[in-house]
């Protein structure tokens, strides 16, 4: 299947600060990436759909001016939780996916928040 | 996207054949059935989807019934690295891509 990789695959940060995660397909073109996050013994939650060039899509009680999305290029996406606080701590993962084709995700970020 | 059912765990003994049913009773002309597995603290991994035929591939065969109310996910040979949390999901796949809606999935434990 196709890769997607995250970076980091870890991130500790101090309470107030901003933390940018990577994804990128590395062997094909993403024209849409999704981001889900994962709370401790929960399911995946999808938080935004970006496509490239475009804005993304943001679920309902999902903060777009907390979660920027950046989808600038075909093979990257990033996500970026400005003004982190410890309620957002969590795993997030990504997904990618060219038009009409499987998703596949990356092995996610854990993010904690001191 | 179509509501998804699934028993919340098995347990398989290695080298036996795991079996994961799956309830999609409402699932429409256009959905295709998708199975992901998430291993402990790692992203989900795509194993096969299907439309109305079964289908096999390296990792496992899918079988849909022929209503498409409900399908089965077949891993033929359980190993203890098959453990994990097993997801059913229906999506269409027009178009753009389609977003994934992950339910609780079936957590499946092999055991020797």
């Known amino acids: 299947g196709a890769v997607v990789s995250q970076h980091p695959s870890r991130v500790i940060c101090k309470s107030g600060t901003s933390v940018k995660i990577e994804c990128r397909s590395l062997?094909?073109?993403?024209?849409?990436m999704f981001w889900y996050r994962q709370f401790p013994k929960q399911s995946l939650m999808l938080m935004a759909t970006?496509?490239?060039?475009?804005?993304?899509?943001?679920e309902q009680g999902v903060e777009k001016d907390k979660f920027l999305i950046n989808h600038a290029s075909l093979t990257l996406s990033t996500l970026t939780v400005t003004s982190a606080h410890p309620e957002d701590s969590s795993f997030y993962i990504c997904?990618?996916?060219?038009?009409?084709?499987?998703?596949?995700f990356g092995p996610g970020t854990r993010l904690l928040v001191l | 996207d179509a509501k998804t059912t699934q028993p919340p765990s098995m347990d398989c003994a290695e080298g036996r054949a795991a079996n994961l049913p799956c309830n999609h009773s409402?699932?429409?002309?256009?959905?295709?059935v998708y199975w992901y597995r998430q291993i402990h603290s790692q992203g989900p991994q795509y194993i096969i989807h299907?439309?109305?035929n079964n289908e096999t591939n390296e990792m496992a065969s899918l079988i849909i019934t022929e209503d498409r109310k409900s399908s089965t996910l077949i891993l033929p040979h359980a190993t203890l690295r098959d453990t994990a949390v097993y997801y059913c999901?229906?999506?269409?796949?027009?178009?753009?891509?389609?977003?994934?809606?992950f339910g609780t999935g079936t957590r499946l434990q092999v055991t020797l």
């Open positions: 997904s990618a996916s060219a038009p009409e084709e499987t998703q596949y």
């Open positions: 062997d094909f073109q993403a024209t849409t």
């Open positions: 970006s496509n490239e060039g475009s804005k993304a899509t943001y």
């Open positions: 409402t699932i429409s002309g256009n959905e295709y």
């Open positions: 299907g439309l109305k």
């Open positions: 999901i229906a999506s269409s796949n027009t178009g753009t891509a389609s977003k994934l809606t």
